[in-house]
């Protein structure tokens, strides 16, 4: 079966510097619902668009196709005193852009009574390397269709 709209692929993927150096890659498959649903990158459902399963690509994407521009306004400190208690250092943390949207911040490192907080994509900012593997293809159903995601095995729960 080739990819298509609405069909669910599997990957097998790994994710490496410009250079070559790996930065991850997949223990368990991912999976994903095709066609502009935005649940992986437009530059990766652009090539395996009319793909079969077996297909293999490596793609080199620059930040901007990949998890975009690092944006230094989403780097910031907070005291600790406003700190959740159980969030740690490598942790998230739901705040607000400058804008009041609410946003994911990464919990950087904690320094004396100062805590250091970064909303950029661990990735932003970075030329990045995917090697891709179609592992499989099916139709997606209607209810997945109408949910814009995967349900199932390495899907969505509810
Ligand atoms: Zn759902």
Known sequence: MKIEKDTVVTLQY?????SGKLIEASKDPMVYLHGG???????IEAALDGQEAGFQV?????PEDAF????????RTIPKSEFPPGVKVGGQ?????????????????IKG???HLDGNHPLAGRELRFTLKVTGVRAASAEEIAHKHVHGEHGHHH
């Open 14 to 18: 790994k994710v490496a510097e410009a």
């Open 37 to 43: 649903y935005e649940n992986t990158l437009p530059k």
């Open 58 to 62: 490596t793609l080199q994407l620059q």
């Open 68 to 75: 975009g521009q690092r944006d230094e306004a989403l780097v």
């Open 93 to 109: 943390l739901e705040g607000r852009t400058d804008a009041g949207d609410p946003h994911v911040f990464h919990v950087m490192k």
């Open 113 to 115: 009574a100062t805590v």
